[in-house]
């Protein structure tokens, strides 16, 4: 279903339609995360993506009038460029995780607690989560500022 939607969001037509698309496709992220038992990052990803990005493209479309608007079909050799890019894209990644060595992991599991999550969410060292909710955050900042350029009215020529 994430293929499904990912796709979906990318070759429709209606903005509107594609921003729901997004929102099914974080959605089915985080039922992902959850299969995997890592409840932590399925909250993180409903959050923080589909409760505040895809959230803050809805809202700012929905301040265009603008919502039923068709977007435009990029040329052909843009489409091409584009094709090309993801498939090079994923035949390099299937090809780092075809000969990258996993070592084996012999270790215990740690057990994770609220209180373990807590200090190592203000951990500043090695496995602390500081410099990631920071880029979190400069994340939400473009987002909010792509919404204010949807927001835009542009100008018709009349």
Same mark, same amino acid.
């Given at each position: 279903?994430?293929?499904?939607?990912?796709?979906?969001?990318?070759?429709?037509?209606?903005?509107?339609?594609?921003?729901?698309y997004l929102l099914f496709t974080l959605i089915n992220v985080a039922a992902l995360y959850f299969c995997l038992n890592?409840?932590?990052?399925?909250?993180?990803?409903? &959050?923080?993506?589909?409760?505040?990005? @895809?959230?803050?493209?809805? $809202?700012?479309? =929905? %301040?265009?009038?603008?919502?039923?608007?068709?977007?435009?079909?990029?040329?052909?050799?843009?489409? &091409?460029?584009?094709?090309?890019?993801? @498939?090079?894209?994923?035949? $390099?990644?299937? =090809? %780092?995780?075809?000969?990258?060595?996993?070592?084996?992991v012999t270790n215990t599991p740690i057990e994770i607690s609220v209180h373990y999550i807590g200090r190592q969410m203000l951990n500043y060292g090695s496995g602390g989560y500081v410099l990631p909710f920071e880029v979190v955050s400069i994340l939400l900042l473009a987002a909010l500022i792509g919404s204010i350029a949807i927001a835009f009215k542009t100008k018709k020529n009349v």
């Open positions: 279903m994430i293929i499904v939607f990912g796709i979906l969001a990318v070759t429709t037509k209606k903005i509107f339609h594609a921003a729901v890592y409840e932590f990052l399925a909250a993180v990803q409903i &959050v923080v993506y589909v409760g505040g990005i @895809v959230v803050l493209i809805l $809202f700012s479309l =929905f %301040l265009t009038h603008r919502v039923s608007d068709d977007m435009l079909t990029p040329p052909w050799y843009r489409m &091409v460029f584009a094709m090309l890019l993801c @498939v090079f894209g994923f035949g $390099f990644a299937f =090809f %780092l995780v075809i000969v990258h060595n996993f070592p084996e």
